[in-house]
């Protein structure tokens, strides 16, 4: 069992920067496949980063690469994301993702756990 629980949302202007953090409980977090996934309102949930159980891979969402940066801290078993460069288009609930079987998370492969979700708002 993984418990995971995000913080760091809130609200911010366009061009600016925030970062998530997703901490877990129950198990170590190299343990696991790690990702981020976000829900705007009216769309289905997708995909935004990941991680996998080594820390070696990392994949993005096209519309984030060279803004976005997944990251974990080991040692605290916390998750980050960070996001630069913020656009309206990035507003959304995010939500951290965890699995204990699969190596790597993305479009499609989503893990067994979630936490409750942060809300990003970015004004235009």
């Known amino acids: 069992q993984v418990h995971l629980v995000e913080s760091g949302g809130g609200l911010v202007q366009a061009g600016g920067s925030l970062r998530l953090s997703c901490a877990a409980s129950?198990?170590?977090?190299?343990?696991?496949?790690m990702g981020w996934f976000r829900q705007a309102p009216g769309k289905e949930r997708e995909f935004v980063a990941a991680i996998n159980r080594s820390g070696i891979r990392k994949e993005y969402q096209e519309s984030v690469k060279g803004r976005f940066s997944i990251s974990r801290d080991d040692s605290r078993n916390i998750l980050y994301l960070q996001m630069n460069s913020l656009k309206s288009e990035d507003t959304a609930v995010y939500y951290c993702n965890a699995d204990r079987f699969q190596d790597m998370l993305g479009p499609g492969r989503v893990g067994d756990y979630w936490g409750q979700g942060t809300q990003v708002t970015v004004s235009a």
């Open positions: 129950g198990r170590p977090i190299s343990t696991n496949a």
